[in-house]
């Protein structure tokens, strides 16, 4: 499979890093640099997908990438920034990667503070 290049939006992927405040909950941060990617974004669906996600499907993305800047059991939960700057906080954040052997297929949730 070969994306087109018409179709590939350029999104901006933002790695996480997670600490933790005195009583034990999380904070996440994206401190990092944002790389530059390039995939094709489209509005989740299908009927397997809201066997799996349910109520969530409508504010679900799926893509699909060619590249090795995203990889499974590494990216998970890192955020990507679709609709907002790369300077902004992520609007999105991975929640599945599967690797094929020419593409990956990435599924995306919106961020709960975030609109679109």
């Given at each position: 499979m070969r994306l087109l290049k018409n179709d590939l939006?350029?999104?901006?992927?933002?790695?996480r890093k997670v600490t933790h405040d005195?009583?034990?909950?999380?904070i996440v941060t994206y401190p990092f640099e944002p790389i530059e990617l390039r995939m094709n974004v489209q509005a989740a669906s299908g009927s397997v997908n809201a066997q799996i996600y349910g109520s969530k499907l409508e504010t679900m993305k799926a893509c699909k990438y060619q590249g090795?800047?995203?990889?499974e059991s590494q990216n998970e939960l890192d955020g990507i920034c679709?609709?907002?700057g790369k300077d902004e906080e992520p609007d999105f954040t991975i929640k599945s990667i599967q690797t094929f052997s020419t593409h990956k297929n990435i599924m995306l949730e919106r961020n709960d503070n975030r609109g679109s």
């Open positions: 939006q350029t999104v901006y992927l933002k790695k005195e009583e034990a909950e999380e090795d800047k995203i990889s679709v609709y907002v």
